[in-house]
């Protein structure tokens, strides 16, 4: 199975200040057709998940631009600039390149 | 408006059985891949399962610690998918979410199942 591991944010981040979740696949998800099969997540406490960002980077329909997703094929960090207060939470990254697909054991965000 | 809704959660003694639904609407649920993943409490979410659309024949895929104990299966006249545990143990309580595509782009608020005697 594609291990996922992901960093820890030095809690509390302060409000406006920018933060950044890395995460790491124990193998390559960049795809021979070009795309790498990365997901980010964000669980408010107390909601479902709901998808932030795809394919690494394209920002999933109605997530802000403060969100954005980078990396390469194992090595993958979303940037949160301006952290508000709706961005508490836990962030999960999840390879969907093979199955069985992982999730990181999730990043906690919260604010100061 | 896409609307996804697990239900059949509930407290099942160990050893037991117990069928999730998950009914949508608002897309042509025909087209999609859907999913299971669970979330222990307190704990990270696990994918459970797939079952990909008509065009790919329906094919089922299942997370290793589960696989022979569950079922996916969907239903595309009604919009709905399922997911059928059985020889439960207390390690399967947790809340399981619907979700949409491989991407999971949708996810229902969740069903939970308590395993206890």
């Known amino acids: 199975d594609i291990v996922m591991t992901q960093g820890a944010l030095p809690n509390p981040v302060p409000s406006g200040e920018s933060a950044s979740i890395t995460c790491q696949s124990s193998?390559?998800?960049?795809?021979?057709?070009?795309?790498?099969?990365l997901n980010w997540y964000l669980q408010r406490p107390g909601q479902s998940p709901q998808l932030l960002i795809y394919w690494m980077s394209t920002r999933a329909s109605g997530v802000s631009d403060r969100f954005s997703g980078s990396g390469s094929g194992t090595d993958f960090t979303l940037k949160i600039s301006s952290v508000e207060a709706e961005d508490v939470g836990v962030y999960y990254c999840q390879q969907f390149l093979e199955y069985p697909y992982t999730f990181g054991a999730g990043t906690k965000l919260e604010l100061k | 408006e896409v609307q996804i809704l697990e239900t059949g959660g509930g407290l099942v003694k160990p050893g037991g059985s117990l069928r999730l639904s998950c009914a949508t609407s608002g897309f042509n649920f025909n087209d999609y891949f859907m999913n299971w993943v669970r979330q222990a409490p307190g704990k990270g979410l696990e994918w459970v399962a797939q079952i990909r659309n008509k065009n790919y024949n329906y094919a089922t895929y299942y997370a290793e610690s589960l696989e022979g104990r569950v079922t996916i299966s969907r239903d595309d006249s009604k919009s709905s998918v399922y997911l059928q545990v059985s020889s439960l143990r207390a390690e399967d309580t947790a809340i399981y979410y619907c979700?949409?595509?491989?991407?999971?782009?949708?996810w229902g608020q969740g069903a939970s199942v308590t395993v206890s005697s």
């Open positions: 193998k390559s998800l960049l795809h021979s057709n070009g795309k790498t099969y």
């Open positions: 979700t949409r595509r491989n991407v999971m782009d949708a």
